[in-house]
């Protein structure tokens, strides 16, 4: 039996390990240390984002008047921007993600909410997502990779500049910021679905006690011959449980 709800707990949490390892890799993860392979990883984030966009801008004033480039280059560039302020939104509130992730971690790894049923809904949504997300940028990266070298003619990033024998070496560099932008961009999206995935579920639990809340506070009021002070003592004790199962979701929201 206890062997059991240990695969069960570590099943419970593996959506949020899984998510903690994405946000690791793209070096946005809400931690009070900095070490330096966090150092690095955020460096790299936080250099290869926004070369990216400024290789973007030079291309934006070498393609003068064909509106085909124009428009393959504003796309790519409106990719790397809207990346750039998903990481911008977290690491400004990391306090605040890294409470929600510490109230998720108990949810899942609490044996009494775990069993609750929208909660088992939730891990299983947000394990499949979290895979999802993780195919999708091996996908994405795989493609403009790839693509790029059976093509022969274009680099993963529009930049028409002559680069000579420097070629390859910015077919490097931009992979790289491809490689950044799709592990960060995918790595938010997945935060945001599971925070919001397991806000619902807690939601609906509350839903549900509230409404055998007020089944009961009906029995009471229906049942005339009770004492008024049994009466009191019974509405005292539903809302004081109503108050204690949404706790969580008031602080959150205060954050």
């Given at each position: 039996?206890?062997?059991?709800?240990?695969i069960e707990?570590?099943n419970?949490?593996?959506?949020?390990?899984?998510l903690?390892?994405?946000l690791?890799l793209?070096?946005?993860?809400?931690t009070k240390?900095i070490?330096?392979?966090l150092f690095?990883k955020?460096l790299?984030?936080?250099?290869l984002?926004p070369g990216?966009?400024?290789c973007?801008?030079?291309?934006?004033?070498n393609?003068g008047d064909?509106?085909?480039?124009?428009?393959?280059?504003?796309?790519s560039l409106?990719?790397f921007?809207?990346v750039?302020?998903?990481v911008?939104?977290?690491t400004?509130k990391k306090?605040?993600?890294?409470?929600?992730l510490?109230q998720?971690?108990?949810?899942?790894g609490n044996?009494?909410?775990q069993?609750?049923?929208p909660i088992?809904r939730?891990?299983?949504?947000?394990?499949?997502?979290v895979k999802?997300?993780g195919?999708?940028?091996i996908?994405?990266?795989?493609?403009?990779?790839?693509?790029?070298?059976i093509?022969?003619k274009s680099?993963p990033i529009p930049f028409?500049?002559e680069l000579?024998?420097?070629?390859?070496?910015?077919?490097l560099v931009?992979?790289?910021?491809?490689?950044?932008a799709?592990?960060?961009g995918n790595s938010?999206?997945?935060?945001?679905?599971?925070?919001?995935t397991?806000?619902?579920?807690?939601?609906?639990?509350l839903?549900?006690k509230?409404?055998i809340c007020?089944?009961q506070?009906?029995?009471?009021?229906?049942?005339?011959?009770?004492h008024?002070r049994t009466?009191?003592?019974?509405?005292?004790r539903?809302?004081?449980?109503?108050?204690?199962l949404h706790t969580s979701?008031?602080?959150?929201?205060s954050?």
């Amino acid at each position: 039996m206890q062997l059991n709800q240990h695969i069960e707990q570590i099943n419970a949490t593996k959506s949020i390990s899984l998510l903690k390892t994405m946000l690791e890799l793209a070096g946005i993860w809400p931690t009070k240390q900095i070490n330096s392979v966090l150092f690095l990883k955020l460096l790299v984030c936080w250099t290869l984002l926004p070369g990216a966009i400024v290789c973007m801008l030079i291309e934006l004033c070498n393609v003068g008047d064909d509106m085909n480039k124009l428009i393959e280059v504003l796309v790519s560039l409106l990719q790397f921007i809207i990346v750039t302020v998903k990481v911008s939104s977290v690491t400004l509130k990391k306090q605040c993600f890294l409470s929600l992730l510490k109230q998720l971690h108990y949810i899942t790894g609490n044996h009494k909410t775990q069993n609750e049923i929208p909660i088992k809904r939730a891990i299983t949504i947000c394990n499949k997502l979290v895979k999802f997300f993780g195919m999708l940028t091996i996908s994405v990266v795989v493609f403009y990779t790839l693509f790029p070298i059976i093509d022969k003619k274009s680099l993963p990033i529009p930049f028409s500049y002559e680069l000579g024998k420097y070629y390859y070496l910015m077919h490097l560099v931009e992979c790289l910021m491809l490689i950044t932008a799709g592990l960060t961009g995918n790595s938010i999206d997945a935060l945001y679905v599971t925070l919001a995935t397991f806000a619902a579920a807690e939601i609906e639990i509350l839903n549900s006690k509230l409404l055998i809340c007020t089944f009961q506070l009906n029995e009471v009021t229906i049942n005339s011959k009770l004492h008024c002070r049994t009466f009191n003592e019974l509405v005292k004790r539903n809302l004081l449980q109503c108050i204690t199962l949404h706790t969580s979701i008031i602080r959150s929201q205060s954050q």
